[in-house]
């Protein structure tokens, strides 16, 4: 029998010290990011460009990280305000604004304390300096009455409007709050923040789908979410796609429409919670679905447009926080396993070519690399 050599061993030692998905069948591995360097409860990471990286932790602290891990320095610290009481609180997302280079704004979205509520927080950030924390500009707070569903991301679509998802403020299986539109928990709201100031730190842009509606927001893009929990826009084609971790059934990826309403508290993912009306033609069917016996919590993801995994290329990338699973949709809409990262996979993050970062609390941050 042939003996294994040295250099197979070393890496299959090295498969195995970095979680790296060496495993057959996995389309990728895993190597360190920021020389390994492991941060407290990682949630976001935004490449700024120049080899320099942003990245927030759950407590409500700001990073300016250098690629190679070698330069790590504090730029924002909100600890004062951010409630991380429970679980799903905290720091939970971040943006730069499409005109960052020339007005330095970073917007985040963070639970405050005292009382509860998630916020929508524009601060500057001049260059080479620490993030101002007299620049706060609040632009929006909603009452947080439950531990749990706050939501979790904060994005740009390519028409330059900011895009919010928004937790239905409820613990486990509450009622149809995500079905009401005069309120903006379990929704996707979408405002148009140029130009914000104190006195008005946004607009409603006049194409959203409830303008004119008496009794709606006018702010909700799209209804029936129970906790989006990331979500990213297309490079090529701009589709929002979506993560909605669900209740004891099923966790969803949805591709978000303008005016769709995606189902909760009726349905979750394909299961009927209400009977008859569950067959109302209104809801839109998620793109994905998978029970609990696959995973907890889904951890949406990101469409791969780099280089580096060429079996990956224009298929949307996402996992599970509970069991650490990263897979890739196929055509029909199928699950195909990208690779195991371990547990408490919390985000998935993208830099300027493409290329994806998984973020684990209590772990380093790691590259998704070919095998």
């Not at 929002?240 to 949805?254: I, K, R, S």
Request: charged fraction near 25%.
């Amino acid at each position: 029998m042939r003996q294994p050599s040295i250099a197979w061993v070393a890496g299959a030692l090295l498969c195995a010290l970095l979680l790296a998905g060496c495993a057959e069948g996995e389309l990728a591995t895993l190597e360190p990011a920021f020389g390994g360097h492991v941060f407290d409860q990682p949630v976001e990471l935004i490449d700024l460009g120049g080899g320099r990286f942003l990245v927030a932790e759950r407590a409500g602290r700001l990073w300016e990280v250098r690629d190679d891990g070698r330069s790590i320095e504090q730029v924002l610290d909100l600890t004062s305000v951010v409630s991380v009481e429970h679980g799903e609180h905290g720091f939970l997302s971040m943006a730069l604004d499409p005109e960052f280079e020339t007005n330095r704004h970073l917007w985040t979205f963070y639970v405050r304390h005292d009382p509860l509520r998630a916020a929508l927080v524009r601060y500057t950030w001049p260059d080479g300096r620490e993030v101002e924390h007299g620049s706060e500009l609040i632009a929006l707070e909603i009452p947080q009455p439950a531990e749990s569903h706050a939501g979790g991301s904060v994005r740009f679509g390519p028409d330059g409007m900011l895009y919010l998802g928004v937790g239905d403020g409820r613990y486990g299986t509450a009622p149809d709050t995500s079905q009401d539109p005069s309120k903006l928990f379990g929704s996707i709201i979408r405002i148009d923040v140029r130009g914000a100031t104190a006195a008005e730190p946004y607009r409603v842009p006049p194409d959203n789908p409830h303008v004119g509606v008496d009794g709606a927001r006018h702010e909700i893009w799209a209804i029936g979410f129970r906790n989006p929990w990331r979500m990213s826009f297309e490079p090529e084609g701009g589709a929002l796609w979506v993560g909605d971790v669900g209740a004891e059934h099923m966790e969803e990826v949805d591709v978000v429409e303008r005016g769709g309403n995606y189902g909760w508290a009726v349905v979750e993912g394909t299961h009927c919670r209400e009977g008859d009306r569950c067959n109302d033609p209104a809801f839109a069917a998620p793109v994905h679905s998978y029970n609990r016996d696959v995973g907890c919590a889904v951890t949406g993801g990101i469409v791969y447009r780099g280089a580096e995994v060429e079996a990956l290329r224009g298929r949307y990338v996402f996992g599970d926080f509970c069991e650490g699973d990263v897979w890739a949709l196929t055509d029909d809409g199928e699950r195909e396993l990208v690779v195991r990262a371990g547990t408490l996979l919390v985000s998935i993050a993208v830099d300027r070519k493409g290329e994806l970062y998984l973020l684990r609390f209590y772990e380093p941050i790691m590259r998704l690399r070919a095998k």
